[in-house]
């Protein structure tokens, strides 16, 4: 195999084939999910439960209809939770099921006396067993968190849907309860008491069985999440670190975004041969790997294996974000996926840099003026610091953060200043002040990972609030210009996300449709920083280099779209602690982002 770059006519390489079949577990997961419908449908709503088979109902004792009732909504209930496991295959998903369906069968016979209803059930049971081979796909990483956000919305859910039991037998009712004595009710039913809501017949017997149902419900589903054993997300261990670098050592020119394969946060998958590497981390179901493979390219298709069998083994969704033109190429010829262009990275040349010329001036005026400020720069590689200036450096970094959620996944290393980072880059601001703040007379820092021995790429860029603007602009210049006195001939700055409509788009000629789908990138850029990204890139006059993601089919893009925007930070589903009860993270696990955030808009 050849790892030569491609012609630019194969950028975006697209497989021509027809529709996928839908998949036994795709079909079995949208047929539980409609079961578990009907089986709540039949527990809460007194009208769904018309019948032929009145006769048999003398027969039955009379507190079975209530209990077989809760039974009913508790069966449909965790049916409608199995229902994405099933679709991704899960064994456990499979297992609850083939339980579950016989119990709401039984509940639909005897509270309904519905046939169908029971027969519905024993339909998907049958194809449960018969593809039980198809449904063999390992847990997920996981962590107790899920057990406060299953009480969270569990409790939410139980609360609505307890209001809709309470409040579905008008002509049961007796007086007219007001909206707080529902809730009341709901929320002493789901403990198992008596509330102030009654009615006539046997309905207070169901109504009672279906909250108590509710609450067992919500119960026992928490319980289970924080009691049972507990598989973390993956780490990259010391070893797997140690043969990442090795090979960053041999191979780590080919790629800017390589040195980022080093989060601690990612896991790894090693080619046969041990020669590449893939890192990649699980957010939402998405194996979601990031940049190109790391080590030989020849070596590269054994790794890309490696990772679609682990996303088999799994059933999660492969994708990957940023990778570069030759690495699209491999893994859409290797695995099948498909590729399209996200963005571009800007890299500057530098015996190409110069703060002279035209295009240059607003760079050199507003360089010129921050130095008449006052401000003096320093670049310096991690290892020629001291260990308190570099305690020093990690505080102001993680004080000077533009959010609490930390960003940054494919363009990160996720620390600063970690002793096996000695080759690092950082440039730092300093002003005398009269009244030194908490961090002396620093005020800008600008983090640079290796990329190979002649190249860097920008991992982090904070400053003081309270500096003058264009500290990013002094830095990087400052960088620039030191780079010849550690052999840098090439530095990767930030990555700009669908730069190349951003610049067709503004120029004369340019068509409705490309004019249509710029104003939209500038609309979300008052949250997404893309135009300011693009912008501030640009600046420096670099040579644009396309980025891709890799998917497996249309469908799977938002989906994709999301667990990036979970993994980069943008949208964070934990619960955060408030900030002063956090830990406070060792100093060599400071975290860091890659896109300049607020500072590129300030500057």
């Known amino acids: 195999m050849s790892g ?5 006519s194969s950028r ?39 019948s032929r088979m009145h006769t048999l109902a003398e027969v039955l004792p009379g507190s079975f209809g209530p209990f077989a009732a809760a039974l009913s909504l508790s069966a449909g209930i965790l049916l409608l939770l199995l229902a994405h496991g099933l679709k991704r295959s899960k064994r456990r998903a499979w297992r609850a099921a083939v339980v579950l369906l016989p119990a709401g069968a039984a509940a639909q016979f005897v509270y309904r006396h519905s046939v169908v209803g029971a027969l519905i059930s024993i339909a998907l049971l049958v194809p449960l067993l018969v593809h039980r081979d198809q449904f063999a796909a ?15 919305l ?38 198992g008491f008596e509330g102030p809501v009654d009615y006539a017949g046997n309905t207070s017997w169901t109504v009672a069985f279906s909250l108590g149902a509710l609450g067992w419900l919500t119960a026992v589903t928490t319980i289970y999440l924080a009691l049972r054993p507990e598989h973390p997300a993956a780490r990259l261990t010391e070893e797997d670190e140690s043969r990442l670098r090795a090979l960053l050592d041999r191979h780590g020119r080919r790629d800017s975004l390589g040195h980022f394969a080093l989060r601690r946060d990612k896991a790894v998958v090693f080619s046969p041969s041990g020669k590449a590497a893939v890192t990649y981390r699980v957010v939402s179901g998405v194996m979601l790997a990031s940049g190109d493979p790391i080590g030989d390219v020849e070596a590269w298709p054994g790794a890309i294996e490696r990772f679609m069998d682990e996303a088999r083994a799994h059933s999660w969704t492969p ?78 970094a993680e004080d000077w953060r533009g959010t609490d959620t ?9 620390r ?48 003081d609030r309270a500096a003058d603007p264009g500290m990013n602009e002094l830095l990087i210049v400052a960088a620039l210009q030191a780079a010849p006195r550690f052999a840098i001939t090439r530095v990767s700055l930030n990555f700009a996300m669908f730069r190349s409509a951003l610049a067709r788009g503004e120029k004369i000629g340019a068509g409705p449709v490309l004019r249509a789908w710029r104003g939209l990138l500038v609309f979300l ?52 602690l408030p900030r002063f009860l956090r830990r406070r993270t060792k100093p060599a696990r400071v975290c860091a982002h890659r896109p300049a955030e607020r500072d590129v808009q300030a500057a």
């Open 4 to 8: 030569g770059v491609p012609n630019r």
């Open 138 to 152: 390992l847990p997920d990483p996981r962590s107790r968190w899920r057990a406060l956000a299953n009480f969270v």
């Open 406 to 414: 930390e960003r940054g996944f494919s363009m990160a290393l996720g």
């Open 525 to 576: 850029s008052r949250w997404f920083q893309i135009e300011s990204l693009y912008k501030f890139n640009a600046k420096f006059q670099p040579r644009w280099e396309p980025r891709f993601v890799v998917y497996r089919a249309s469908g799977d893009l938002p989906r994709i779209g999301f667990a990036a925007m979970q993994a980069e930070g943008f949208v964070d589903l934990a619960l955060p």
């Open 12 to 50: 975006v390489r697209r497989l021509v084939r027809g529709p996928r079949p839908e998949s036994v577990p795709a079909l079995v997961g949208r047929a539980c999910a409609l079961v578990g419908l009907v089986d709540v449908a039949a527990g809460v709503f007194p009208r769904f439960r018309h």
């Open 416 to 463: 600063v200043g970690d002793p096996a980072d000695g080759d690092c880059l950082i440039a730092t601001a300093h002003k005398a002040d009269e009244i030194p703040g908490p961090y002396g007379d620093l005020k800008a820092i600008l983090h640079f990972v290796p990329w190979g021995p002649d190249g860097v790429s920008l991992d982090l860029m904070r400053r």
């Open 319 to 396: 994708a990957v974000m940023g990778c570069s033109e030759t690495g699209g190429e491999v893994w859409t010829r290797e695995t099948g996926l498909d590729a399209l262009e996200l963005g571009d990275e800007a890299v500057v040349d530098v015996a190409d840099f110069s703060l002279a010329g035209r295009a240059m001036r607003n760079v050199r005026q507003m360089v010129k003026r921050i130095e008449r400020a006052g401000y003096e720069t320093r670049v310096r590689r991690v290892r020629d610091l001291g260990e308190a200036e570099l305690d020093r450096i990690r505080r102001a």
């Open 154 to 191: 569990m409790g939410a859910g139980s609360l609505g849907l307890g209001l809709v039991i309470v409040s579905v037998h008008p002509n049961r009712l007796i007086g007219d309860p007001s909206l707080a004595d529902r809730l009341t009710h709901v929320l002493y039913g789901l403990f």
